[in-house]
């Protein structure tokens, strides 16, 4: 019988909470401890399982075969990633899409000396939106492409708003513009503004007293985040807010629309629709876990991205099997 798979989980935000939940659903694994930077023994009573200091991480290398970074792309991460890569396989979701060849080439230096694999920049965009977009490019190179994102919640946008002079609370959701899907749908090819792909909706609960035209114009007028897109604000109690806005929905789509040798149109799509975004996302870091553990098992070492793995490493299940099964 095969060891499990023993994972460590960085971070217990709401993305280390999904990557204990998804752990759970993989009888191949088992989580060994949380690594937290907050008080571990306070932490402890919460996750039910055996939590840790950060810093105390270098206890565990002959315990914990990947370790799963859960946190954000912003600060922790370009931290992180590279200093655990020099002791355990590791697997992120670095999303700051223009910095990842940069943080590929820290990482790969890194993982080739201590002999780890870091699979890094995965999750769904960057992740599995990516490698659809490369395999529909590779069968259907004459032809444009088109990601819509949503409709969900954007942490970063959302977070933005709550900034904002006035603002007690809010959400901001991003929706792609249906028309604009409808006519790629429809065999179009249209070359296609910010404007024209997305729009950004906003519920907002105010402060007492607050001048809710002035945070309107703020919020609407806000260079590199809404001024760029229809914007909608909308002014909710707080109860309304707890009531209908207090998941974190998402998904969306990769669409290619392309013509073939003869000249025919072809379309291709590939979509998401999520109820939780850190559910899902920590399922794909999950199963990375398992193609990293599996790779650095078979004499594999230097940072890998979702364009350097197999599908079949994903999987628990034998080669042989998936053949059979799902070939």
Known sequence: MKSLIRVGIVGYGNLGKGVQQAIAQNADMELAAIFTRRDPQSLAETTGVLTEHISAADQYIDKIDVMILCGGSATDLPEQTPQLARMFNTVDSFDTHAKIPDFFAEVNATSLVAGTVSVISTGWDPGLFSMNRLLM??????????????????????????????????????????????????????????????????????????????????????????????????????????????????????????????????????????????????????????????LNREGNKGAKTVFDIPLGYLSPKSAETLRRELL
């Not at 946008?157 to 603002?167: C, F, K, L």
């Not at 991003?174 to 070359?191: F, H, K, N």
């Open 137 to 294: 490019q590779a069968v259907l190179p004459q032809g444009e492409e088109y990601t819509f994102w949503g409709t969900g919640v954007s942490q970063g946008h959302s977070d933005v708003i709550r900034r904002v002079p006035g603002v007690k609370a809010g959400v901001q959701y991003t929706v792609p513009v249906q028309e604009a899907m409808d006519s790629i749908r429809a065999g179009e090819t249209p070359q296609l503004s910010t404007r024209e792909k997305h729009r950004r909706e906003c519920f907002v609960v105010a402060e007492e007293g607050a001048d809710r035209g002035e945070i309107t114009r703020l919020i609407v007028e806000m260079p590199n985040y809404f001024a760029d897109y229809d914007t909608t604000v909308s002014f909710i109690s707080e109860e309304e807010l707890a009531d209908k806005h207090s998941g974190m929905p998402h998904g969306g789509f990769v669409i290619r629309s392309g013509v073939t040798g003869g000249g025919s149109r072809q379309i291709a799509e590939f979509g998401l629709k999520l109820d939780s975004n850190p559910e899902f996302t920590a399922s794909v870091l999950v199963a990375y876990a398992r193609a990293a553990v599996r």
